[in-house]
């Protein structure tokens, strides 16, 4: 009988360990498990802000808020791919417009770097800001061109009146007796010249000749 109950002691000994450790596999594997679902819970919400900052960003972006859709992305934890590129484009548009708004239009068009992200609203943002700097560089170089052509005219101008006055004092065409020379074409330092006199009335000037004057010789020809 003493044998009998030592055996029965072992076994039920045997059978409480057994389900202790069934018990503890059990919460270990609960205790995994749910480690697993909390990482892929995180997972899912940081990946839902980001999308969610994306949207916000590009509603902001299509009412010209760029500076609010920025501010979106900045302040958003854990951005995907996609969010950090937008945040890019967004921080060279920035750039853009305001050298673009101080005149500076060339600093603006180097900032709109190519882009990054896949958003339709920020593409046309660029598009349209690249439109306007093109036409305010475009004006600026025709303003520059004409502001040279005027250059040009008067120093044409100036050396006309240097080769007039050079020519007079040559030919004696000078003091008070109403010549007037008249420049009609210009070839290097070879210029043609009309020459006229006005008669004692100064109601008719009457022409003395055309001459060909070369500036840097002084030779001069008369042609007519």
Not at 7 to 25: E, P
Not at 117 to 143: C, E, F, G, H, P
Not at 146 to 155: L, P
Not at 182 to 203: C, I, M
């Amino acid at each position: 009988m003493t044998v009998n109950k030592f055996f029965k002691n072992i076994s039920v000994g045997a059978a409480a360990v057994t389900l202790a450790l069934t018990l503890a596999a059990c919460g270990n594997s609960q205790s995994t498990s749910s480690t697993k679902s909390s990482s892929t819970s995180s997972a899912q919400s940081s990946e839902s802000d980001s999308t969610k900052a994306v949207r916000s960003a590009n509603r902001s972006i299509h009412n010209n808020d760029f500076q609010a859709a920025y501010d979106k992305l900045n302040n958003t934890e854990n951005r995907s791919t996609e969010a950090n590129n937008l945040k890019g484009d967004l921080q060279n548009y920035l750039t853009a417009k305001q050298a673009y708004d101080n005149g500076n239009y060339q600093t603006a068009a180097n900032s709109l770097k190519p882009l990054k992200s896949t958003s339709t609203a920020m593409r046309d943002a660029y598009t349209s800001l690249r439109s306007k700097i093109n036409k305010k560089q475009n004006v600026k170089v025709k303003n520059s061109s004409s502001s040279q052509q005027v250059a040009n005219q008067q120093a044409s101008d100036k050396t006309s009146d240097s080769v007039i006055e050079s020519f007079a004092n040559k030919m004696g065409f000078t003091g008070e007796k109403g010549y007037s020379i008249t420049p009609t074409s210009a070839n290097g330092n070879v210029y043609k010249l009309e020459v006229r006199q006005n008669n004692s009335d100064n109601t008719v000037a009457n022409l003395i000749g055309i001459y060909q004057y070369n500036s840097q010789t002084g030779a001069v020809t008369k042609l007519q």
